[in-house]
Antibody, heavy 123, light 107 residues
Framework: QVQLVQSGAEVKKPGASLKVSCKAS????????LHWVRQAPGQGLEWMGI????????SYAQKFQGRVTVTRDTSTSTVYMELSSLRSEDTAVYYC????????????????WGQGTLVTVSS | DIQMTQSPSSLSASVGDRVTITCRAS??????LNWYQQKPGKAPKLLIY???SLQSGVPSRFSGSESGTEFTLTISSLQPEDFATYYC?????????FGPGTKLEIK
């Protein structure tokens, strides 16, 4: 069965960097795009970026440009999201989620999600 | 970016009730609208895609419809496991954007 398993909760200090992993299994890793979506406490869902595991190409939300980097390791079917210059507003649950198509293709939906990784940014 | 709004922001209902949640887009998104259910401490779950198509494994009491830029999620007869927060999401134009959510609570 399809699974996206994320790394565990993290506590970071302001100004630090964060790296969260998402290990995919149960399907062909390079056949689906993987995204990062975050949810601040009690808030809604916010899309951060996408990676094509096949070629490694990425695209990021303008809000996170310059601060987020998404990479992948095809040998372990794992995607990583690195967020730098952390501030308290980055405290959130970070989810990875997959889509069958790139976001430039209309109609794609997030059909499987990871369990989420709680990141707390606090001094 | 396309802005999504939802109404109501919260809703109290009883088991067996018929419930309707509305989502609106700031511009035309054709039928590229998805609905997700999220329970506390869990990841969102895809319920409806392309405005009205039921995701595999989702009970048939869930349905979606559209009228112009207004989209509706209907639960025909609420079950105890349906109390959750519901989000709409447009997949018409990048970046994908979500509505603010509708929290469905037990009356």
């Amino acid at each position: 069965q399809v699974q996206l398993v994320q790394s565990g909760a993290e506590v970071k200090k302001p100004g630090a960097s964060l790296k969260v992993s998402c290990k995919a299994s149960g399907y062909s890793f390079t056949s689906y795009y993987l995204h990062w979506v975050r949810q601040a406490p009690g808030q809604g869902l916010e899309w951060m970026g996408i990676i094509n595991p096949s070629g490694g190409s990425t695209s990021y939300a303008q809000k996170f440009q310059g601060r987020v980097t998404v990479t992948r390791d095809t040998s372990t079917s794992t995607v990583y999201m690195e967020l730098s210059s952390l501030r308290s507003e980055d405290t959130a649950v970070y989810y990875c989620a997959r889509t069958p198509e790139d976001i430039t293709v209309a109609g794609t939906d997030f059909d499987y999600w990871g369990q989420g990784t709680l990141v707390t940014v606090s001094s | 970016d396309i802005q999504m709004t939802q109404s109501p922001s919260s809703l109290s209902a009883s088991v067996g009730d018929r419930v309707t949640i509305t989502c609106r887009a700031s511009q035309s998104i054709s039928s590229y609208l998805n609905w997700y259910q999220q329970k506390p401490g869990k990841a969102p779950k895809l319920l409806i895609y392309a405005a009205s198509s039921l995701q595999s494994g989702v009970p048939s009491r869930f349905s979606g419809s559209e009228s112009g830029t207004e989209f509706t999620l209907t639960i025909s007869s609420l079950q105890p496991e349906d109390f959750a927060t519901y989000y709409c999401q447009q997949s018409y134009s990048p970046p994908p954007t979500f509505g603010p959510g509708t929290k469905l609570e037990i009356k």
